[in-house]
């Protein structure tokens, strides 16, 4: 499948992925947004995204949301609460902002909650970020057909470029 627009570079090449963002005003840092869901099928787009930051000096924004429908079990009953939900996701991207600290990156989060691609677009415009960074759960088109792809979605919708992330390989790092 071709997406139109700009392509962004392959996540194994960061410094291609730098050489990408579009130039800061000047005395303006770069913003880049992470989007994940704090588990870890995303600690390839996490671990991506503290290295881009790292090497371009950047702030990094860490930005998860929860989609309600996802907590639905069949028949309506929810099987865990929304807020249940923001309070373990804001513990687990406090572990974020010090993780940055520690290696002295800027890092801030939202827990946002609605649906994951258009959430992450909206942040994305409203925190006027360079670039937005997201994992893939690696699918396939199968797996797009019925459950759809919020990085696809991010793709086609965010107002700056997008680096999709692939998950390592079992052994790879």
């Known amino acids: 499948m071709t997406v ?16 990408s963002l579009p130039a800061a005003a000047p005395g303006a840092g770069k ?7 704090l588990s870890e099928a995303s600690e390839s787009a996490t671990d991506q995204a503290f290295e881009l930051a ?36 804001e513990q687990l991207a406090q572990a974020l902002v010090e993780r940055g600290r520690g290696l002295g990156i800027e890092v801030s989060f939202l827990v946002w909650t609605g649906d994951p691609g258009d959430m992450i677009v909206s942040a994305a415009e409203a925190e006027h970020v360079d670039m937005v960074l997201v994992g893939s759960h690696g699918r396939g088109a199968v797996g797009r057909f ?12 965010a107002p700056c470029p997008v680096l999709v992330v692939r998950p390592r390989e079992a052994g790879v790092n």
């Open 146 to 157: 019925f459950l759809g792809s919020v990085s696809e979605h991010v793709v086609r919708n």
């Open 4 to 19: 139109t627009g700009v392509q962004p570079p392959r996540a194994t090449d960061p410094a291609a992925a730098a050489g």
């Open 54 to 89: 790292a090497r371009l000096g950047a702030e990094l924004l860490v930005v998860s949301v929860i989609d309600p429908g996802s907590l639905l079990m069949p028949g309506g009953r929810f099987r865990a609460r929304v807020d249940q939900v923001r309070e373990k996701r």
């Open 31 to 37: 913003r880049l947004l992470l989007a994940t869901d």
